[in-house]
C-alpha cells in the first residue's frame, strides 16, 4: 500500500472517530431528559423495596438473580430513586464500560479503542430509555473487566495466580446477573490451560485460582439470601420456576432476527456471525495466535450463543455480542491493510464499513428524532390511586414492564410477594404455577387489598381476560369494581370501601 493510500486511511480512522465521539455526547446530553420505563422501574422498584426492609424471593417474588436487585439497591442509596439520578447510574456505567473498552483494545492504537468506545456508546444510546441499565448491559461491564485481566496475563507470561482469581470473580460477579456467563468459564479455562502448557507452566494453581474467583461473587450472594432467610425461596423459584417454566415463555421463531437491530435491513446478529467466520479464517490464514485477539474472537462467539440460547431476540440481549462486535470491527480498521490482491482483507474490511455506516446512520436518526422517552402512565395513575385508596390502605399491583414507577413514587408497599401477574398464566398446569395461584389467593383472602391495579399487558395473555383462565381470582376479583379502565389499565377497588 503505498503512502498517501496509509495517510488516508488514517485520516478517514480519525474522522470516523470524531464523528462517533460528537454522536455519542450529543445522544448522552439529550438522554439526560429520560425518564425511568420499561424493565428499569421493576428494577428500581425493587430495589427499592430492599432498602425499605424487604428480601428478595422471600418477600417479592422475581425471576431476577440477586446481582441485578443489589446493584439497584445501590442506585437507590446512593444516588436516589430519581430519574436523574438514574440517568447518571446508567451514563457512568457506560462510561466505565467505554473506558474498559479503551484499555483492552489501546494495544492496537488508542483510535481504535475510542472507536470502539463510540460504536458501543451509540449502540446503547440510540436504542433508548428502554434499554436503559438493562441486565445484559449490566453484565458487560464485568465480563469486560474479566476479559481484559486474561488478556494481560497471557501476553506478559507472568501467570499470576492474583489475577486469575480477579478475571475469574468479574465473570463470577456477571454469572449473578444472568447465567449465560457460565460457560466462559470452561472456554476461557481451556484457553488458560492451552497458553500454561506451552509456557512449561504449572496449570493447576492459575486454573484453580479463576475458579475460585468465579465462585466466590456467587457464593457471597448466596450467604446474603441465607443471611436473611432467603436462600430457599430463590432456589424454589429457580429450580421449580425460572428454568422450567419461565425459560419457555415468550419464545420468537428465529425468522424474528432478520426484523431485529437491522443495519440497511441486515440483522445485526448476521452482520456479527459473518465478521466471525472471517475473523476465524483470518487467524488461520495469518497463524498469529495473539491471546488479545483470540479473546476477541471467543467474546463474539459468547455474543452470539448469548443471544440464540435465550431465543427471545430482545435488544438488550445483543449487548456483549455488541460490545466484542465493536472492538473487533475497530481493532480491524487498524490491523487490516488494503492489498487488491488480499480478497479476504477486502471483505472483511467491506463488513466493518457497513456496519460503521449503520450504526452512524441509527445515531443520525435517534438524535433527530430526540424522542422525550416520558413514562406515559405515572401522573395519571398516581392521581387515579390516590383518590381511591383510604388511608392505611393497601394496593395489590399486578403489572408489567413500565408501570411500577407510580408506586415507588408514592411510597407503597405490595401487601403479598407478588407484584405482576404472569407468572400465574403460562404453562398454568404445571404444579408449582398451581402452587403459586394458591399462595397467592390465600394472601389476598386473608387481607383483601383496598385496590387492585391490573395491567392489561401480560405475556402470554396480553388481554384483561386473561384473569377467566384464572378462576379462583376471576371469583376474587367479584368482591370489587372497576372504578377506572384505560386501554393499558384497571383499578379495582374493595366494594364498599372495605378492604385493607
Known amino acids: 500500500m503505498s503512502r498517501s493510500s496509509d495517510i488516508t486511511l488514517r485520516v478517514l480512522r480519525a474522522v470516523t472517530v470524531s464523528v462517533f465521539i460528537v454522536l ?12 425511568v420505563i420499561w424493565d428499569a422501574e421493576i428494577f428500581s422498584y425493587i430495589g427499592w423495596l430492599v432498602r425499605t426492609g424487604l428480601v428478595p424471593y422471600r418477600d417479592i417474588f422475581t425471576v431476577d438473580l440477586p446481582g441485578t436487585l443489589l446493584i439497584y439497591s445501590w442506585v437507590v442509596k446512593f444516588l436516589g430513586p430519581g430519574d436523574l439520578a438514574f440517568r447518571l447510574f446508567d451514563l457512568s456505567f457506560l462510561l466505565v464500560i467505554d473506558i474498559l473498552i479503551i484499555v483492552y483494545c489501546k494495544r492496537y492504537g488508542l483510535l481504535a479503542g475510542i472507536l470502539a468506545a463510540g460504536l ?27 476479559f481484559q485481566l486474561c488478556a494481560s496475563v497471557f501476553e506478559t507470561g507472568r501467570y499470576n495466580s492474583l489475577l486469575f482469581f480477579l478475571s475469574g470473580a468479574c465473570i463470577g460477579a456477571s454469572l449473578t446477573i444472568k447465567p449465560v456467563t457460565a460457560l ?13 502448557a506451552a509456557a512449561k507452566r504449572r496449570v493447576m494453581a492459575p486454573l484453580g485460582a479463576f475458579l475460585a474467583g468465579g465462585c466466590m461473587v456467587p457464593l457471597c450472594a448466596g450467604c446474603w439470601l441465607w443471611s436473611h432467610g432467603a436462600l430457599a425461596p430463590f432456589l424454589d423459584i429457580v429450580c421449580k420456576y425460572t428454568a422450567v417454566s419461565y425459560a419457555q415463555a415468550s419464545l420468537a421463531p428465529f425468522q424474528q432476527v432478520v426484523y431485529l437491530n437491522s443495519y440497511f435491513g441486515c440483522s445485526f446478529l448476521y452482520l456479527a456471525g459473518v465478521l466471525f467466520v472471517l475473523s476465524g479464517i483470518y487467524l488461520v490464514r495469518k497463524k ?3 491471546p488479545r485477539f483470540i479473546l476477541l474472537c471467543v467474546g463474539v462467539a459468547y455474543g452470539l450463543f448469548h443471544v440464540l ?30 492489498r487488491a490482491n488480499k480478497l479476504l482483507e477486502i471483505i472483511i474490511l467491506c463488513t466493518v464499513v457497513f456496519f460503521i455506516a449503520g450504526q452512524g446512520c441509527r445515531s443520525y436518526t435517534a438524535i433527530a428524532a430526540n424522542r422525550p422517552w416520558r413514562n406515559k402512565f405515572k401522573d395519571v395513575m398516581q392521581v387515579e390511586i390516590a383518590q381511591n385508596l383510604p388511608p392505611g390502605g393497601a394496593l395489590q399491583p399486578l403489572l408489567l414492564n413500565g408501570m411500577h414507577r407510580a408506586l ?10 407478588f407484584i405482576y401477574d404472569f407468572p400465574f398464566y403460562h404453562d398454568a398446569d404445571h404444579p ?19 385496590l387492585i391495579l391490573l395491567a392489561r399487558a401480560c405475556f402470554p395473555c396480553p388481554v384483561y381476560e386473561r384473569i377467566e383462565k384464572f378462576p379462583e381470582f376471576s371469583r376474587f376479583l367479584q368482591r370489587y369494581d372497576i372504578v377506572s379502565e384505560h386501554v393499558d389499565y384497571r383499578l379495582y377497588k374493595y366494594r364498599g370501601g372495605a378492604g385493607r
Open 120 to 146: 458501543f456508546s451509540c449502540i446503547h444510546l440510540s436504542a433508548g430509555a428502554n434499554q436503559a441499565a438493562q441486565r445484559d448491559y449490566l453484565q458487560v461491564l464485568f465480563v469486560l473487566a474479566g
Open 24 to 35: 455519542a455526547v450529543v445522544n448522552a446530553y439529550q438522554s439526560l431528559g429520560w425518564e
Open 408 to 417: 415507588q413514587e408514592m411510597g407503597l408497599l405490595p401487601p403479598n410477594r
Open 288 to 290: 498469529q495466535y495473539r
Open 309 to 338: 440460547c435465550q431465543r427471545k431476540y430482545f435488544f438488550y440481549h445483543y449487548y456483549p455480542l455488541a460490545a466484542f462486535a465493536c472492538m473487533l470491527a475497530a481493532v480491524y480498521t487498524v490491523e487490516i491493510k488494503l
Open 184 to 196: 466462559l468459564f470452561p472456554v476461557i479455562g481451556l484457553i488458560a490451560c492451552l497458553y500454561l
Open 432 to 450: 408449582y404455577i398451581q402452587e403459586l395461584r394458591r399462595e397467592f389467593i390465600a394472601a389476598l383472602n386473608k387481607k383483601p387489598p383496598a
